[in-house]
């Protein structure tokens, strides 16, 4: 049996957001959202957290979360940089804009040896799906082909009437395994009850549809592959666009599977996702936080 580690990718700034909201008191005693997340991926059996964040953000992580984390799990700091890369690959000249979530993992290379999953530190994921995680993961193996996972939320379960969000729109054959998954970076419920996305040439997406939330499962196998896309990446994608393109963790898995080399097992939660993608969207995390803690989910003194 695997010991799991938790992977959490928090060196975003949260630019639309206006803040460091990865550390925003927002449970009823101060809690941030991952302070919720840790407990239940503890409650589901993870002992390692694995944090990928700024290096000038360390100080306030420490304080915020890793202090309390340390209680219960081994906690190690990883950071994404734009030095941090295969040898021969460098930056575009001028760029501040981090590489993207694909990037993000690939800077845990050199500390994660053994089957983990991914986490946005901003997003609040239930423990149902915590647990459905850490099963598939404390019992996966590799074989002729690697064997991942993703759990895959209802689109409807995971937006904010207080603009667009970004989703891995996905595709899953009758055996449950992603066959496809599509960035769509502006999705929205329009005013006749709609859900579409409008980038590109736009379209609808039917309610039901499972949607990532950045919650993966893999083995190191999926390290090794993210070295060869960056080296893709950088020489077909990334002189498109210097300053801004970014090396999405979907899509990375959608090459693999595209190529024959991986499966992705499509765990299904029936939880409703919620995080502070806007300003606005902060009454209503602190109200559901609150409720939750009344109805007994989580301890008050979390």
Same mark, same amino acid.
């Given at each position: 049996?695997?010991?799991?580690?938790?992977?959490?990718?928090?060196?975003?700034m949260g630019s639309r957001?206006?803040?460091?909201?990865?550390?925003?008191?927002?449970?009823?005693?101060?809690?941030?959202?991952?302070?919720?997340?840790?407990?239940?991926?503890?409650?589901?059996?993870?002992?390692?957290?694995?944090?990928?964040?700024?290096?000038?953000?360390?100080?306030?992580?420490?304080?915020?979360?890793?202090?309390?984390?340390?209680?219960?799990?081994?906690?190690?700091?990883?950071?994404?940089?734009?030095?941090?890369?295969?040898?021969?690959?460098?930056?575009p000249e001028g760029r501040?804009?981090?590489?993207?979530?694909?990037?993000?993992?690939?800077?845990?290379?050199?500390?994660?040896?053994?089957?983990?999953?991914?986490?946005?530190?901003?997003?609040?994921?239930?423990?149902?799906?915590?647990?459905?995680?850490?099963?598939?993961?404390?019992?996966?193996?590799?074989?002729?082909?690697?064997?991942?996972?993703?759990?895959?939320?209802?689109?409807?379960?995971?937006?904010?009437?207080?603009?667009?969000?970004?989703?891995?729109?996905?595709? $899953?054959?009758?055996?449950?395994?992603?066959?496809?998954?599509?960035?769509?970076?502006?999705?929205?419920?329009?005013?006749?009850?709609?859900?579409?996305?409008?980038?590109?040439?736009?379209?609808?997406?039917?309610?039901?549809?499972?949607?990532?939330?950045?919650?993966?499962?893999?083995?190191?196998?999926?390290?090794?592959?993210?070295?060869?896309?960056?080296?893709?990446?950088?020489?077909?994608?990334?002189?498109?666009?210097?300053?801004?393109?970014?090396?999405?963790?979907?899509?990375?898995?959608?090459?693999?599977?595209?190529?024959?080399?991986?499966?992705?097992?499509?765990?299904?939660?029936?939880?409703?996702?919620?995080?502070?993608?806007?300003? $606005?969207?902060?009454?209503?995390?602190?109200?559901?936080?609150?409720?939750?803690?009344?109805?007994?989910?989580?301890?008050?003194?979390?």
């Amino acid at each position: 049996m695997n010991q799991p580690i938790l992977v959490i990718m928090a060196a975003g700034m949260g630019s639309r957001y206006g803040g460091l909201k990865q550390i925003d008191p927002l449970g009823p005693n101060g809690q941030i959202i991952l302070d919720y997340s840790i407990y239940d991926a503890y409650r589901a059996g993870f002992r390692r957290a694995v944090f990928i964040i700024k290096p000038e953000l360390e100080e306030a992580f420490e304080q915020a979360i890793g202090q309390k984390a340390r209680r219960f799990m081994q906690v190690d700091y990883v950071y994404q940089t734009l030095s941090a890369l295969p040898q021969d690959l460098t930056a575009p000249e001028g760029r501040e804009k981090p590489l993207g979530t694909g990037h993000a993992i690939y800077c845990v290379k050199d500390v994660v040896d053994a089957p983990f999953a991914v986490i946005n530190a901003d997003d609040f994921y239930g423990a149902d799906a915590f647990a459905k995680m850490y099963d598939f993961l404390a019992h996966t193996e590799d074989d002729d082909k690697y064997r991942y996972c993703m759990v895959g939320y209802a689109v409807e379960n995971t937006l904010t009437e207080n603009g667009t969000v970004s989703r891995g729109v996905c595709t $899953a054959d009758a055996d449950g395994f992603l066959s496809d998954i599509v960035e769509r970076t502006k999705i929205a419920r329009e005013a006749d009850g709609v859900i579409r996305f409008t980038d590109g040439a736009g379209g609808e997406i039917a309610a039901g549809t499972p949607v990532s939330m950045n919650l993966w499962g893999f083995t190191p196998s999926f390290l090794k592959e993210l070295d060869a896309q960056l080296h893709d990446f950088f020489r077909e994608r990334l002189p498109q666009d210097p300053m801004k393109a970014e090396f999405y963790l979907p899509s990375a898995v959608d090459t693999l599977i595209t190529e024959g080399k991986a499966t992705a097992k499509v765990l299904t939660t029936s939880a409703k996702w919620f995080g502070v993608t806007y300003q $606005a969207d902060k009454p209503n995390v602190q109200e559901t936080l609150r409720r939750m803690t009344e109805s007994g989910s989580y301890p008050a003194d979390l």
